[in-house]
Structure formats: structure tokens, C-alpha cells
């Protein structure tokens, strides 16, 4: 079983959307929750983390973790065709390696 | 601030040839992870260096890996003999302390083994 799963899509909405990205994951453990976006050809780029469970938002991003589900969340509210980009959740307990998702790709359409 | 950078951007070699990967953290940064994403699958973490000394190698496929740091700026990755299931992309990160949530990647280097 893997740590972390998270549904690859791909995901493709209309600009303006409400947009939700989930990974579940087993290892109860882990501690730190991250999102990342990557555009194509580039490195993964921290986004939205939350540390333990509950919400953070930033701007357009929130970040939800509920852990006695093992699920997190990410919402993008008002997709903006920028937006358009792989998204992977990460998570780390104590050591510094952090476990991914595949990622979810998404579209946004303008 | 200039952040990871890694070199090549992409490499192709043939199976049983040696590759060397570059990463150059960003300046401060005392904390470097390397990563590797295979095609259709997570990335994974493969070993972690605090300075010049590895911390968790614990990811390493095998010991066809061999991973530096040097002064503990500039980390290598040399890959030899080079198998066809090395291929991917090879991610470095860095941090400036250990733990927490922020690590910075760089944009990875693509290898294809033929």
C-alpha cells in the first residue's frame, strides 16, 4: 500500500471555478502537510502547508487537513488559467523526508 | 536570492555508462535532499546530507548510487553503471534548517538510460 494516495486526473475546469485536489494517505504519523505546484519542465514549488490538522487559507489557496480521516484538502477558488499545473501533496513526520502523492494535473480553461 | 539549480537539465546515456548529476543548493542552506521521480510514479526521497554528511540515505535503490557533498556546498549524484530503470527525474532540494515543511526544489535533471 502506498503512503500517500492521490487521484492523477487529469482535472480540467472552466476559469473561475472552485477547484478541490485530495490525497489520502495510511501512516497516522505524519505530522506536516504540504502542496506543491509544478509547471512543466520545472521543480515542484511549495504552495499551501499545514502543520497537524485543521484549515490555512492564503489568498484563493486553503489548505484543510482532517486527520482522523487521513485526508487533505486543496481549493482553488476563482481558477485563473494560470493555475493550469501539476499539483502534489506531501507530508513528512519526524525524519526530513518528505512522501509525495503522483500529483494531479489541471486545467484550467479560460 | 538564486535558488537550487541543477545540471544537466537532461542526459542521455546507455545502459552501463556512468552519469554525474549536479546540484548547487541555495546559498545558506545547510540541509540538501536528493529525490527521483520515475515515469508514472511518486516522487521519492533517496538521501539527505546536513553539510558534507549524509543523514538519512535510507532511499538509496542500490549501491550503483553514490552520493557527495563536497565542503558542504555542491552536492553530486554519480549513477554507474547506468540500468534502464534509472531512468526518471532527479530532483534536489534544500533547506536551511532540518525538519518543517519548507524545502526548495530545483528543477530537476532528466535522464533517460537507453
Known amino acids: 500500500q502506498k503512503e500517500v494516495e492521490q487521484d492523477p486526473g487529469p482535472l480540467s475546469v472552466p476559469e473561475g471555478a472552485i477547484v478541490s485536489l485530495n490525497c489520502t494517505y495510511s501512516n497516522s504519523a505524519f505530522q506536516y502537510f504540504m502542496w506543491y505546484r509544478q509547471y512543466s519542465r520545472k521543480g515542484p514549488e511549495l504552495l499551501m502547508y499545514?502543520?497537524?490538522?485543521g484549515n490555512k487559507e492564503d489568498g484563493r489557496f486553503t489548505a484543510q487537513v482532517d486527520k482522523s480521516s487521513k485526508y487533505i484538502s486543496l481549493f482553488i477558488r476563482d481558477s485563473q488559467p494560470s493555475d493550469s499545473a501539476t499539483y502534489l501533496c506531501?507530508?513528512?513526520?519526524?525524519?526530513?523526508?518528505?512522501?509525495f502523492g503522483t500529483g494531479t494535473s489541471l486545467t484550467v480553461i479560460p | 536570492e538564486a535558488g537550487v539549480t541543477q545540471f544537466p537539465s537532461h542526459s542521455v546515456i546507455e545502459k552501463g555508462q556512468t552519469v554525474t548529476l549536479r546540484c548547487d543548493p541555495i546559498?545558506?542552506?545547510?540541509?540538501l535532499y536528493w529525490y527521483r521521480r520515475v515515469m508514472g510514479k511518486e516522487i521519492k526521497f533517496l538521501l539527505h546530507?546536513?553539510?558534507?554528511?549524509?543523514?538519512?540515505e535510507s532511499g538509496m535503490p542500490n549501491n550503483r548510487f553514490l552520493a557527495e557533498r563536497t565542503g558542504g556546498t555542491y552536492s553530486t549524484l554519480k549513477v554507474q553503471p547506468a540500468e534502464l530503470e534509472d531512468s526518471g527525474v532527479y530532483f534536489c532540494?534544500?533547506?536551511?534548517?532540518?525538519?518543517?515543511?519548507?524545502?526548495?526544489f530545483g528543477p530537476g535533471t532528466r535522464l533517460t538510460v537507453t
Open positions: 532540494a534544500s533547506s536551511y534548517g532540518g525538519g518543517g515543511y519548507e524545502q526548495y
Open positions: 506531501a507530508m513528512r513526520y519526524t525524519g526530513n523526508q518528505f512522501y
Open positions: 546559498s545558506g542552506h545547510d540541509n
Open positions: 499545514t502543520y497537524s490538522s
Open positions: 546530507f546536513v553539510k558534507e554528511s549524509k543523514q538519512d
